[in-house]
């Protein structure tokens, strides 16, 4: 993530994005095919490495189109990024089947080899369909930023930007800790495992459709309303599922709710901070958003344990789900007078 904005750059986004997510899961194949810990380890490396250009590249690509489509024909921010967001969702869902569906029935070097070959078929196609699709804009020369350390990480990161990581990195932080612990918290208060496994996919499928379905109403709705609804909804999910884990029904909508609540919020903060960038600097304004808010995915795990810990699951995932209130307080940071309010002090 230190070098993807100026890899994307450089080499342009509608290049770098699916080339990147070719070689992603070629490197997650190889890091399957078990030769060794150190090779798994190499290529898991690897495959972050080119995650992280994906991520970049494909936000890049979001923005930009939606920022043609508004000038000329109209439209709503985010009415393309989430549901792109969606799909990526649809991707981690359709590889958890395949491997449920593959696993004890076939070897797994030969289950990473079909995954492999029909990623890169993928990746390839998209490649030629976005040749004719540069959306790149290299706008002004950058000019080098004198003065100390942190006068520069200051000047890099104004109020704005780094009120948008806080809540980004909120939000993944929310995200992986739901989808890890969902089902570990329902299972340890007595329900089934089915139950627990039914909690999940309420979960995961709730976020799926949150995302996909933000393009069609995203003209019908105001941006800071439904950032507050959601908000609001993972405080109201997490609660419900700490206090009536043990009861079926209620934990299944408190786990639907949370996945709708969490569903676009890391989108929005992409949206926020990709639409209020100056022309040809939305490589850079995207890198360090998500510098901060990729902290939230490797922080989570060691966060929610050491809670647990203390304090116990429950209370653990009660204090994460709290961080969703700093949605609702500060949603007016998502109104469109502070897009071009940030814009126009970025061209200053």
Known sequence: MLVAPQIVRRYRAHRVAPLAAGLYLVAVCLAGAGAGTASFALWLLAAGALNALVDIGQNVIAVRLEKLRMST???????LLSPLEGLQAVGVAAGTGFGLLTAGRVPLPHSFAVLGVVGVLVAAITFASLRGVDTSNAGRTRPRRGGSAAQRVKAAYPPRLRWLAAMSFSALLLEGALTNWIAVLVADAGVSLFSA??????????????????????????????VRVMGGSVVV????????????EVMLISAAAAGFGLA??????????????APGEEEHQLGRLNRIAYIGIAFEGVLVAGLTALLGLPTA?????????????????????HHWAAMAAQAR
């Open 197 to 226: 496994g039914l909690g999940l996919t309420a979960f995961a499928t709730a976020l799926c459709l949150g995302r996909l379905c933000y393009g069609t109403i995203a003209r019908h709705v105001d941006q800071v309303g439904f």
């Open 237 to 248: 999910g997490t609660t419900g599922l700490v206090l009536f884990t043990s009861a079926p």
């Open 264 to 277: 676009n919020l890391h989108p929005f903060c992409t949206g926020a901070v990709g639409h209020s960038s």
């Open 317 to 337: 995932i009660a204090v994460v789900g709290s961080l969703a209130v700093i949605f609702v307080v500060k949603a007016p940071i998502f109104s469109t007078e």
């Open 73 to 79: 024909v109209g439209g709503a921010a985010n009415g």
